[in-house]
């Protein structure tokens, strides 16, 4: 029981967490931190690809996915909150405010995520399904960048509606109507399944089932 207590109050909770639950995470943290102030953190924000080479090299507690992980690996995942992706255009661009097919959709340029980004993976499996490509002008590291450069007018984009809020509210960029979007995915809390949580841990991955979908705002674009 003493060990228990300690393990609360000093222990080490090390996160990781898909770019889109970046705007996220730091919040649900920080608030869990009030309650547990002296415990030592680690946050890492990163891709798909990544987080599943940091659950192979088992370097955190939790993890959060943007969509269910694949049945082989055995993990063990708690769905926790809608990731929908969604399409954005500058404002001004000829396709806001009309009904867009992927058809059409497929003839802008288009600014894609890295390689082992999920969000790149789910576009090219949605293209690829209909026959279609990508025609990819720039590849980018983050959303910011991708925001930015539909900003700029340089083409269209996917992201995570979690990255259109919380940011620069003034931002000349709108969302399309394009047939198949929003792709439905989910944030997921994953850890091995054959690994023993940390109290911490638990105790954190609680906090995010009971209280993590207040620290999320999916209405107000
Ligand atoms: P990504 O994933 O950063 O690997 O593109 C984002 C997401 O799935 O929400």
Redesign the pocket.
């Known amino acids: 029981l003493l060990d228990d207590y300690r393990g609360m109050k000093r222990g080490r909770l090390r996160v990781s967490v898909?770019?889109?639950?970046k705007y996220f995470a730091p919040l649900a943290l920080g608030k869990f931190c009030k309650k547990y102030p002296k415990i030592e953190l680690g946050l890492k924000i990163t891709?798909?690809?990544n987080i599943y080479k940091r659950i192979d090299q088992n370097l955190d507690d939790l993890y959060i996915?943007?969509?269910v992980p694949p049945t082989h690996l055995d993990l063990t995942s708690v769905p926790f909150a809608p990731?929908p992706l969604c399409i954005i255009a500058h404002k001004n661009h000829p396709l806001a405010g009309q009904k867009v097919t992927l058809k059409r959709l497929a003839k802008e340029p288009f600014l894609m995520?890295e390689e082992?980004?999920?969000?790149?993976s789910a576009i090219e499996d949605l293209f690829a399904e209909q026959g279609l490509t990508v025609q990819e002008r720039l590849s980018l590291e983050s959303n910011e960048a991708v925001k930015h450069c539909v900003a700029g007018e340089l083409g269209v984009a996917c992201v995570?509606e979690h990255a259109l809020n919380l940011s620069e509210p003034n931002m000349p960029i709108v969302k399309l109507d394009v047939e198949g979007f929003p792709i439905l995915?989910q944030?997921n809390i994953v850890y091995p399944a054959s690994k023993e949580l940390s109290i911490l841990a638990k105790e954190f991955l609680t906090f995010l089932t009971e209280k993590g979908q207040g620290y999320i705002d999916l209405q107000s674009n």
């Open positions: 898909i770019t889109t639950a891709n798909r690809e996915l943007g969509q990731n995520r082992g980004s999920g969000i790149r995570s995915k944030w």
